[in-house]
Protein backbone atom coordinates (compact mmCIF):
# COMPACT_ATOMS: atom_id res chain seq x y z
CA UNK A 1 0.00 0.00 0.00
CA UNK A 2 1.27 3.75 -0.84
CA UNK A 3 0.77 6.48 1.11
CA UNK A 4 0.42 10.06 -0.64
CA UNK A 5 0.78 13.11 1.23
CA UNK A 6 0.29 16.48 -0.91
CA UNK A 7 1.81 19.98 0.59
CA UNK A 8 2.12 23.60 -0.57
CA UNK A 9 -1.17 24.88 -1.66
CA UNK A 10 -2.87 28.13 -0.88
CA UNK A 11 -4.28 31.85 -1.98
CA UNK A 12 -2.24 33.91 -4.32
CA UNK A 13 -2.85 36.18 -6.95
CA UNK A 14 -2.78 35.95 -10.46
CA UNK A 15 0.84 35.96 -11.61
CA UNK A 16 2.29 34.32 -8.68
CA UNK A 17 3.92 31.12 -7.95
CA UNK A 18 3.50 28.17 -5.52
CA UNK A 19 5.13 24.65 -5.25
CA UNK A 20 3.86 21.90 -3.87
CA UNK A 21 4.84 18.76 -2.98
CA UNK A 22 3.65 15.25 -2.74
CA UNK A 23 5.76 12.59 -0.37
CA UNK A 24 5.16 8.91 -1.14
CA UNK A 25 5.30 6.52 1.90
CA UNK A 26 7.17 4.12 -0.09
CA UNK A 27 9.52 3.53 -3.05
CA UNK A 28 7.86 0.60 -5.28
CA UNK A 29 7.20 -0.44 -8.43
CA UNK A 30 3.67 1.61 -7.89
CA UNK A 31 5.48 4.64 -7.86
CA UNK A 32 7.27 4.92 -10.87
CA UNK A 33 4.90 7.18 -12.85
CA UNK A 34 4.02 9.88 -10.09
CA UNK A 35 1.57 12.63 -11.51
CA UNK A 36 -0.80 16.00 -10.51
CA UNK A 37 -4.32 16.35 -11.49
CA UNK A 38 -6.28 18.83 -10.62
CA UNK A 39 -10.32 18.97 -10.02
CA UNK A 40 -12.17 22.39 -10.73
CA UNK A 41 -15.78 22.91 -9.02
CA UNK A 42 -18.24 20.87 -11.26
CA UNK A 43 -15.41 19.58 -14.16
CA UNK A 44 -14.07 16.29 -14.57
CA UNK A 45 -10.76 15.59 -13.03
CA UNK A 46 -7.80 17.09 -15.04
CA UNK A 47 -4.31 15.34 -15.85
CA UNK A 48 -1.99 18.58 -14.96
CA UNK A 49 1.63 16.90 -15.33
CA UNK A 50 3.58 13.55 -14.52
CA UNK A 51 7.07 12.23 -14.21
CA UNK A 52 8.41 8.45 -14.55
CA UNK A 53 10.95 7.78 -12.15
CA UNK A 54 13.09 5.60 -14.19
CA UNK A 55 14.35 7.98 -17.01
CA UNK A 56 12.48 11.81 -15.49
CA UNK A 57 10.77 11.76 -18.42
CA UNK A 58 8.11 14.46 -18.43
CA UNK A 59 4.29 14.77 -19.48
CA UNK A 60 1.72 18.05 -19.16
CA UNK A 61 -1.45 18.78 -19.76
CA UNK A 62 -2.00 21.84 -22.79
CA UNK A 63 -3.59 24.09 -20.27
CA UNK A 64 -0.33 24.41 -18.18
CA UNK A 65 2.71 23.91 -20.60
CA UNK A 66 5.48 26.26 -20.17
CA UNK A 67 4.44 27.29 -17.05
CA UNK A 68 4.14 24.21 -14.98
CA UNK A 69 7.21 21.83 -14.21
CA UNK A 70 7.21 18.63 -12.79
CA UNK A 71 10.23 17.11 -11.09
CA UNK A 72 10.81 14.49 -8.48
CA UNK A 73 13.63 13.66 -6.00
CA UNK A 74 14.01 9.91 -5.93
CA UNK A 75 15.67 10.28 -2.76
CA UNK A 76 13.07 11.57 -1.36
CA UNK A 77 10.05 9.53 -2.95
CA UNK A 78 9.13 13.21 -3.52
CA UNK A 79 7.40 14.62 -6.79
CA UNK A 80 6.89 18.72 -6.86
CA UNK A 81 4.83 20.79 -8.83
CA UNK A 82 6.11 24.59 -9.84
CA UNK A 83 3.72 26.34 -11.05
CA UNK A 84 4.23 30.15 -12.21
CA UNK A 85 2.09 32.72 -13.69
CA UNK A 86 -1.06 31.62 -11.77
CA UNK A 87 -4.14 32.58 -13.18
CA UNK A 88 -7.63 32.20 -11.87
CA UNK A 89 -8.93 29.38 -14.20
CA UNK A 90 -6.23 27.69 -12.22
CA UNK A 91 -7.65 27.28 -9.19
CA UNK A 92 -9.10 24.04 -7.93
CA UNK A 93 -8.28 21.03 -5.57
CA UNK A 94 -4.55 19.40 -6.87
CA UNK A 95 -4.18 15.92 -6.23
CA UNK A 96 -1.07 13.47 -6.30
CA UNK A 97 -1.45 10.31 -8.17
CA UNK A 98 1.03 6.73 -8.62
CA UNK A 99 1.18 3.68 -9.90
CA UNK A 100 3.97 1.78 -12.90
CA UNK A 101 3.20 4.28 -15.16
CA UNK A 102 2.42 7.65 -16.19
CA UNK A 103 -1.36 8.06 -17.38
CA UNK A 104 -3.22 10.78 -18.33
CA UNK A 105 -6.54 9.24 -17.34
CA UNK A 106 -7.61 8.99 -14.01
CA UNK A 107 -9.34 5.80 -13.88
CA UNK A 108 -5.72 4.30 -13.88
CA UNK A 109 -4.30 5.28 -10.93
CA UNK A 110 -4.39 3.50 -7.36
CA UNK A 111 -2.93 5.71 -5.13
CA UNK A 112 -4.44 8.98 -4.29
CA UNK A 113 -3.12 11.67 -1.95
CA UNK A 114 -6.60 13.71 -0.23
CA UNK A 115 -5.79 16.72 -2.34
CA UNK A 116 -4.46 20.27 -1.39
CA UNK A 117 -6.24 23.47 -2.72
CA UNK A 118 -4.90 26.01 -4.84
CA UNK A 119 -6.93 29.31 -5.49
CA UNK A 120 -5.64 31.79 -7.75
CA UNK A 121 -7.69 35.23 -7.43
CA UNK A 122 -7.82 38.26 -10.48
Known amino acids: QVQLVESGGGLVQAGASLRLSCAAS????????MSWFRQAPGKEREFVAG????????YYGDSVKGRFTISRDNAKNTVYLQMNSLKPEDTAVYYC???????????????WGQGTQVTVSS
Open 26 to 33: ARTGNTNG
Open 97 to 111: AADFDVYYSSRLYRY
Open 51 to 58: IMRDDNST
